[in-house]
């Protein structure tokens, strides 16, 4: 039987969170958030939404799928006024439903409150069920939400020390945006886990997830949002408030291999460049004897160029990518299973056939994709396959946010050595980078990252149990 599936591009891929985009001064607000979310898109597909506001009135707009099913033209239209927040959701706290779309928007005491959230709030269940047995009502199981109901509670002391107040309660990741009638407030966790930057469209300020939004809606990138700072945004201009001490940063290294589009400016450094370095250092650790390199597109293809620059070795395209996949598409049936390994990548046989290849990948969470793609490859008679990986094992999961969150799930946990994994994806080898060969791709400082998912050291301690339906359980909901 045929089945319409649900974010069915790369089901064993790491999903990124969500990401978030705003503009202060701008006449046409809401149509540039929603060019803002465009290309902010990969890091969450599941809902996308804008809340505009002409300094009296607010207005709200959201809808599950992507940005640009969810936007139409006569959309805009009832999107007026000056300032936008807007939001692309993956769910990693809370179910993928309408009511868990974002900006999620209140109305409290005469004025509006609309937030987007894009991280993880470790001690969200603990902070809901306090505000819960003090009276709070919740509309929504995000842990975005505890955010909203914790700064009402302060509100009697002005807005700024509200949030302050809120935000000091958090414990994880976050980088919000918020929308009042007449202010845009933006906020990056202390530690600064996911990246959130600064920018100038003409006389607007714009606040975005990554800079590749920017650059789809010309403006000029001025600085990334520091970790701990909050930033409010006014007819008087940017204002910069530091509440909290400074404390060691704990930037996500995921972000510069793996999640963030490689034209945005993340950390300091230039994603794409990043990843070419990455596969320089690859290089130098690992070098089997292969008559050329290729990438699984398009998640390997930058790491793979370096690799192809630093070694001398050709770089081949040895499996072509379907553009035209949307988001959803018709599972195969049983019986037609090895149809559908080839339905989003498929090999070019001439170019493969009794060659010695190296696939150079950027990350291995489940290995079941690999092991697919890798059946494929054999079937068509390639010689030897080696692959060579842009990141260290992934061994432990991810409480801050992204979509990897039991230690099950981890083929580098359950198989424990390379050999293992060679064997269980059906290569004939396979090298992990090393922490310090990652760390020198990046130019920048170790102890600047966070790098729990490969070495355990969580900057900040873990629940026991992740999992990302935790508001729902005593609901019922799963
Ligand atoms: S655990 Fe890994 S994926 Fe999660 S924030 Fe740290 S580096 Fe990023």
């Not at 993928?96 to 969200?124: C, E, K, M, R, W």
């Not at 994880?172 to 100038?200: H, N």
Request: glycine share 8%; with cysteine.
């Amino acid at each position: 039987m045929s089945l319409f599936l649900k974010k069915s591009d790369e089901p064993n891929r790491p999903r990124e969170e969500c990401g978030i985009f705003s503009i202060y001064g701008h006449k046409d607000a809401s149509r540039v958030a929603f060019f803002g979310l465009f290309a902010l898109q990969h890091r969450g597909q599941e809902s996308a939404g804008i809340v505009s506001s002409d300094g009296y009135q607010v207005w709200e707009h959201k809808g599950m799928g992507l940005v640009a099913e969810v936007f139409k033209e006569e959309t805009f239209q009832k999107l007026p006024g000056q300032l936008a927040i807007g939001h692309v959701r993956y769910s990693t706290t809370g179910s993928s439903t309408l009511s868990n779309a974002q900006p999620f928007l209140v109305h409290f005491a005469d004025d509006y409150y609309a937030l987007a959230h894009n991280g993880n709030i470790l001690n969200a269940h603990k902070l809901r069920k306090e505000l819960e047995d003090s009276g709070s009502i919740f509309q929504t199981t995000m842990d975005s939400e505890v955010i909203i109901h914790l700064m009402t509670h302060h509100l009697k002391h002005g807005l700024e020390k509200a949030l302050v107040a809120a935000l000091s309660r958090l414990e994880g990741a976050y980088c919000l945006i918020m929308l009042t009638r007449d202010k845009i407030i933006a906020a990056r966790d202390p530690r600064g886990f996911r990246p959130l930057s600064l920018g100038k469209l003409n006389d607007s300020w714009v606040v975005a997830s990554e800079t590749c939004a920017f650059d789809l809606i010309g403006a000029k990138y001025i600085r990334d949002v520091e970790p701990g700072e909050i930033l409010v945004i006014d007819h008087k201009g940017v204002r910069c408030i530091n509440p909290f001490p400074a404390i060691k940063n704990s930037h996500c290294i995921f972000e510069l291999i793996y999640f963030a589009r490689p034209d945005s400016q993340v950390f300091g450094q230039n994603v794409y460049l990043c990843r070419k370095r990455l596969g320089h250092e690859l290089t130098r650790e690992y070098k089997p004897k292969v008559d050329f390199i290729m990438p699984f597109p398009d998640s390997g293809v930058y790491a793979a160029l370096g690799y192809a620059e630093e070694s001398g070795l050709a770089f081949e395209m040895g499996m072509i990518r379907n553009h035209y996949i949307g988001r959803t598409f018709i599972q195969p049936s049983q019986s037609m299973r090895d149809f559908g390994v080839s339905v989003k990548l498929n090999p070019v046989k001439p170019l493969l056939e009794n060659k010695k290849v190296l696939i150079v990948e950027d990350s291995i969470i489940r290995g079941t994709t690999s092991r697919n793609r890798v059946k494929n490859l054999r079937k068509i008679g390639v010689k030897e396959l080696h692959m060579a990986i842009s990141c260290p094992p992934t061994i432990y999961p991810c409480p801050y946010g992204i979509d990897f969150s039991t230690k099950g799930e981890l083929i580098a946990a359950k198989l424990e050595n390379e050999k293992n994994i060679a064997d269980f994806i059906g290569l004939d080898s396979i090298h992990y980078l090393t922490i310090e060969g990652m760390i020198k791709a990046t130019r920048l400082k170790k102890d600047c990252f966070c790098l729990a998912c490969y070495n355990g050291n969580y900057p900040l301690a873990p629940p026991e149990k992740i999992n990302k339906f935790c508001m729902e359980m005593k609901q019922g909901i799963h």
